[in-house]
């Protein structure tokens, strides 16, 4: 049995060891929105946070994070900026990628309220979206500085 | 003119309305329109329709769209073709996923399948005609209630309104009655000028989904008493398993079963986690397959071998061997490009389930007939009681036109008896995919004294994608998608000729966003380059020289001129670079701007700007996605992709041996819709094409060297730049 704090719930799953925590997520928890694309952490259509820092589920074994805190797509607030700029800048086209975009984006802003162009590439670069939609990713971003700037 | 729908059994109408539900069909005969509602006493319609529309008493309309919504909008952009005919309230219009079935198949192409950027398009006339029938419906409805001339009411709002009376009424409350009226046949259709919704910005209607990580996809769709499977497909082409290690793989817990299919050897179980250790455990053997010594090398060498044979006549137009032997400049040039992968991010999958009485299938598909004839074909169920489920699709771009995956989970859950969930790892994705077809191309130009192009002969090699999945439409061993793009030019040129030589290989090719689009005009418009600076002029006047009797081309050239700044110096040590082509009814044209650093070969896009004339545009903002993200994917192919072959198999296996382009990589693009009144054209494929030729002159413009071979990667550059 692992212990599993995923968007501030607990879980007790019974779970081979070494499994990665992106199974775990979609097949035993049914918190699909982490999506699956390439396995070995190159994409980035994965990423959730553990205790606040951005990690690709499909590389991460399940019993190290065992105590963590996990937030993943189904854990942000409809409401925060950044799913609301999302919205706003109509950024998702397939959408199949966006959740870890947006777990990414997420990060960017907790660690840095104003960034650039260049540190929203900086940030950004490593996480793939077949569709085109990177320069509404960037749009969006800047697009939830603001709203969270306007609302403090 | 009405229709009387009562004696005629053409069709058994399946859908079951509440209210008022209207059904629209393109027929041989033209338009047609019918009164659907369902009910005890509903009337079989005599003629197949393609689209329904539906009004309820709760005041919402529903648009049935048998097409998938891939990203490219197109659920939304078809309901606004409803919305705005029928002067609803767009806070209450909505779409449904409509199952597989006859009424939904394109009204052009025979299908229920979402290509060919066809989904607007092809039914911008019928889905208005719809709304507007119902509006007419609505309207008559309300002034038999309120016994005042039809003339005297008017539609807004989702409301009818007798101004003279102060009195409305909602299309809710109308819909009952006007489900009992005949339907107009010829409903007038709005001025352009009039338009309240086509044209304007809109929400997609499935971003929020997407947002909150709720939309499902395919690989989220879980069954009762469904068990995962995957498939260890062979390393190579024409491999099979000659031995494995069932017990081995049965010995994992959670295995249910280790099954072989005809495309590998499947191994089901409760949980993904345990089936990949199932797979694992196989310990496979494949035999030495058709090709095993196929590579990189050997591809390459197969196609410089095909291009010397001869092949068959795509086009003759003049005497092209007349005008180059007049020619004052005659050139030849080279182009070859590589097989390229779809690297949809969502990986193949599908669910199926095949019981007693009916078959269910859970897909991310582009094509529901493709996929219902599967289920009809392995269940031995007529098509009927194979219901198709539409997902989300992580990605399309063609490949999933393919029914490979859901083959594999038909005869799975028919060899289990219960549901079975296929999900192909990114390596089985890359190493089975149905590629974007390598191509070599040879063309032979010729200048006349004037400087203009006076002779232009082509040879094409590449495989067939035709030949495997529509070869009906291969007629004189031409497969017409391989040579698009150079039998339809969008230059008059005097004298013409094309030759294609059908390539065999062992590589299955297919359906990749513009298909032949995407290929051959990078030859051509290199090509068309190459002309204009052996002939000394400018590759944009050069251009719009032969566009004398295609004014669309004209117009779009122009525009790109005027936005791009084309004739003023650009910022020191940049290139700048054309293209144009039309496709999918579109022209498209693309000025790219781009530095060239000489030691590595690193190139730098900086901006794009892109040109399009798509007729009627009617939701400007998924047109404007659809520019952005074609050009990405044309640029990330020109720039960093290839497929590489090795011991006679697929090598490449992720995304990290097949780069994709990532943000840094990516230019600021501008996209300008020209306003026009020409045919409507698609959207989601034709801002592919310009990419790759644009950016090979820019590069020259740039740093004087020609960029023939695919992709631009620094060693590609460099290798370039030593040869020139």
Redesign the interface.
Same mark, same amino acid.
């Given at each position: 049995m692992i212990s599993l704090n995923v968007n501030g719930q607990g879980y007790q799953v019974d779970?081979?060891s070494g499994?990665?925590l992106l199974?775990v997520l %979609? =097949? +035993?928890l049914?918190l699909? &929105?982490?999506? +699956?694309?390439? &396995?070995?952490g190159?994409?980035g *259509?994965c990423t959730v946070l553990i205790d606040d820092q951005i990690e690709r589920a499909c590389t991460v074994p399940v019993q190290d994070v065992n105590g963590s805190q996990i937030i993943?797509?189904?854990g942000i607030a409809?409401n925060h900026p950044v799913?609301r700029a999302?919205?706003l800048e !109509?950024?998702? !086209?397939?959408? +199949?990628? !966006?959740?870890g975009q947006?777990m990414q984006a997420v990060s960017l802003l907790k660690d840095n309220q104003n960034p650039d162009e260049d540190e929203i590439? *900086?940030a950004?670069? =490593?996480?793939?979206? %077949?569709? &085109?939609? +990177?320069? %509404?990713?960037?749009r969006a971003i800047k697009t939830a500085v603001e709203l969270q700037r306007k609302e403090g | 003119m009405h229709s009387n729908l009562s004696r005629r059994t053409f069709l058994k109408y399946t859908v079951t309305g509440v209210g008022l539900t209207i059904a629209a069909g393109l027929t041989p005969i033209g338009l047609r329109l019918a009164n659907a509602t369902g009910g005890e006493d509903k009337q079989p319609l005599d003629f197949k329709p393609n689209a329904f529309i539906e009004i309820h008493p709760d005041n919402t309309v529903t648009v049935l769209v048998g097409q998938t919504e891939l990203g490219q909008g197109s659920h939304t952009g078809l309901a606004m073709l409803v919305a705005e005919e029928l002067e609803a309230d767009w806070k209450l219009v909505g779409v449904r996923q409509a199952p597989a079935a006859e009424e939904f198949k394109d009204p052009f192409m025979k299908m229920q399948i979402t290509g060919g950027s066809t989904s607007i398009r092809h039914r911008y006339d019928l889905l208005r005609k719809a709304g507007a029938a119902a509006r007419e419906m609505l309207i008559q409805a309300a002034a038999m209630t309120w016994e005042v001339p039809t003339a005297e009411c008017m539609a807004a709002d989702s409301r009818v309104i007798h101004k003279k009376s102060d009195r409305n009424m909602t299309y809710g409350e109308l819909s009952l009655k006007a489900a009992e009226l005949m339907v107009p046949q010829d409903p007038a259709l709005k001025k352009a000028s009039l338009f309240k919704i086509i044209g304007t910005h809109r929400e997609r209607f499935d971003i929020p989904a997407k947002v909150e990580g709720t939309a499902t996809f395919g690989i989220d769709i879980t069954v009762p008493d469904m068990c995962i499977a995957v498939v260890a497909h062979p390393p190579g082409y024409g491999m099979k398993a000659e031995s494995y290690d069932s017990a081995a793989a049965k010995k994992v817990r959670g295995v249910l079963a280790v099954h072989p299919i005809e495309s590998g050897v499947a191994v089901c179980a409760e949980t993904l986690n345990a089936a990949f250790d199932g797979r694992d455990a196989l310990n496979i053997k494949w035999s030495s397959g058709s090709h095993p010594n196929l590579d990189d090398k050997t591809v390459e060498k197969l196609y410089y071998e095909a291009i010397k044979k001869p092949g068959a006549v795509a086009r003759n137009d003049g005497d092209v061997n007349l005008a180059l032997g007049q020619a004052s400049t005659q050139h030849e040039a080279t182009y070859f490009l590589p097989y390229l992968a779809h690297a949809t991010m969502e990986p193949m999958n599908c669910t199926a389930y095949i019981a007693k009485d009916r078959c269910q299938i859970w897909a991310p598909t582009q094509t529901q007939t493709g996929v219902q004839a599967a289920g009809a074909t392995i269940s031995g169920l007529p098509p009927e009681k194979v219901d198709v489920i539409t997902t989300y699709c992580g990605g399309g771009f063609g490949r999933r036109t393919e029914t490979l995956v859901v083959v594999e989970a038909l005869q799975l859950s028919k060899a289990l008896g219960r549901p079975v969930k296929v999900i192909w790892t990114r390596e089985e994705d890359f190493k089975n995919d149905f590629f974007r077809p390598g191509i070599l191309c040879r063309i032979k130009g010729g200048l006349d004294a004037e400087g203009r192009l006076s002779a232009w002969s082509h040879k094409v090699a590449s495989s067939s994608i035709m030949s495997r999945v529509f070869p009906q439409f291969v007629k004189d061993k031409i497969d017409p998608s391989a040579v698009e793009g150079i039998t339809d030019m969008d230059y008059s040129i005097p004298n013409v000729y094309a030759e294609y030589v059908m390539l065999e290989m062992p590589i299955p090719v297919g359906f990749w966003r513009s298909v032949g689009n995407s290929s051959n005009p990078f030859a051509v418009e290199s090509f068309i380059d190459e002309m204009a600076h052996l002939g000394r002029k400018d590759p944009l006047e050069f251009r719009l020289g032969m566009l004398k009797s295609n004014a669309r081309g004209r117009r779009v050239v122009e525009m790109l001129a005027e936005k791009s700044a084309w004739g003023k110096p650009i910022k020191k040590g940049q290139g700048r670079g054309m293209a144009l082509r039309t496709s999918f009814g579109s022209t498209v044209g693309h000025v790219v701007e781009v530095s060239v650093d000489k030691t590595s070969g690193q190139i730098t896009v900086h901006r794009i700007i892109c040109v399009l004339d798509c007729g009627p545009a009617v939701y400007p903002d998924a047109i404007r996605a659809q520019m952005e993200g074609g050009v990405i994917f044309g640029l990330s192919a020109a720039l960093k992709e290839k497929v590489r072959f090795s011991k006679g198999g697929v090598l490449t296996a992720n995304y990290d041996d097949y780069p994709i382009l990532t943000m840094s990589e990516t230019p600021e693009i501008e996209v300008h819709i020209v306003k026009s009144d020409e045919k409507i054209g698609g959207v989601g494929e034709p801002g592919v094409p310009p990419v790759a030729p644009a950016l090979g002159n820019a590069i020259f413009d740039a740093i004087g060297v020609r960029i023939r071979h695919l992709p631009m990667t620094p060693e590609n550059v460099l290798s370039a730049i030593k040869r020139a």
């Open positions: 779970v081979p499994v990665p199974w %979609r =097949d +035993y049914h699909t &929105g982490t999506k +699956y694309s390439c &396995g070995i190159e994409c *259509a993943t797509i189904e409809k799913k999302w919205v !109509q950024v998702p !086209q397939c959408g +199949y990628c !966006q959740s947006i590439i *900086a950004m670069d =490593d996480i793939l979206c %077949r569709c &085109g939609s +990177y320069p %509404r990713i960037k | -």
